[in-house]
T-cell receptor, first 114, second 110 residues
Framework: KAGVTQTPRYLIKTRGQQVTLSCSPI?????VSWYQQTPGQGLQFLFE???????NKGNFPGRFSGRQFSNSRSEMNVSTLELGDSALYLC?????????????FGPGTRLLVL | QQQVKQSPQSLIVQKGGISIINCAYENTAFDYFPWYQQFPGKGPALLIA?????SEKKEGRFTISFNKSAKQFSLHIMDSQPGDSATYFCAASDDYKLSFGAGTTVTVRA
């Protein structure tokens, strides 16, 4: 079974621009979560989607948004990019079952904001 | 405010030695505690996970010890190998949201 895939793998943007990142979960997984990883703040939860609805949200400004499609694929968008948004953005998927909470991560998208 | 505190920040161990990483949490709503291993340029990969009704879980050379009353859990890597050199993250989950520790960089010297 294929793992979580993320596109693009690398991205360079300038301040003020916006960016859209894509995530395809493991087949059959309906929950998709997004995390930001930086050297200073570590791994931080952005949001989680299930059945096209945002179910959980972390403490990030409204510039960070996401959505999920009917095939469980997800996108996240960051508008008005700031230098501090440079990070590895990770997507994770899970089965969404009380006894199967394991989240499987993709390779991430490395975003550099200049 | 970090909900999961992890220590040490880094450790060096000789090949064949034991690596021990400790984590502590406060939120008693956490009901699932996974450990992830991450290599440079890769996403975190699940290593082993435990639920609070179990005090110990072993998978190969990796063992989780869990102390519910102390709200602490730890990862033991037995017979450490150079290929184990990576960053290890503990995490805790409630409602499908993972809260991660700050990570421990493990270096195994041959």
């Amino acid at each position: 079974k294929a793992g979580v895939t993320q596109t693009p793998r690398y991205l360079i943007k300038t301040r003020g621009q916006q960016v859209t990142l894509s995530c395809s979960p493991i087949s059959g997984h309906r929950s998709v979560s997004w995390y930001q990883q930086t050297p200073g703040q570590g791994l931080q939860f952005l949001f989680e989607y299930f059945s096209e609805t945002q179910r959980n949200k972390g403490n990030f400004p409204g510039r960070f948004s996401g959505r999920q499609f009917s095939n469980s694929r997800s996108e996240m968008n960051v508008s008005t990019l700031e230098l501090g948004d440079s990070a590895l953005y990770l997507c994770a998927s899970s089965l969404d079952h009380p006894t199967a909470k394991t989240q499987y991560f993709g390779p991430g998208t490395r975003l550099l904001v200049l | 405010q970090q909900q999961v505190k992890q220590s040490p920040q880094s450790l060096i161990v000789q090949k064949g030695g034991i690596s021990i990483i400790n984590c502590a949490y406060e939120n008693t709503a956490f009901d699932y505690f996974p450990w992830y291993q991450q290599f440079p340029g890769k996403g975190p990969a699940l290593l082993i996970a435990i639920r609070p009704d179990v005090s110990e879980k072993k998978e190969g050379r990796f063992t989780i010890s869990f102390n519910k009353s102390a709200k602490q859990f730890s990862l033991h890597i037995m017979d450490s190998q150079p290929g184990d050199s990576a960053t290890y993250f503990c995490a805790a989950s409630d409602d499908y949201k993972l809260s991660f520790g700050a990570g421990t960089t493990v270096t195994v010297r041959a």
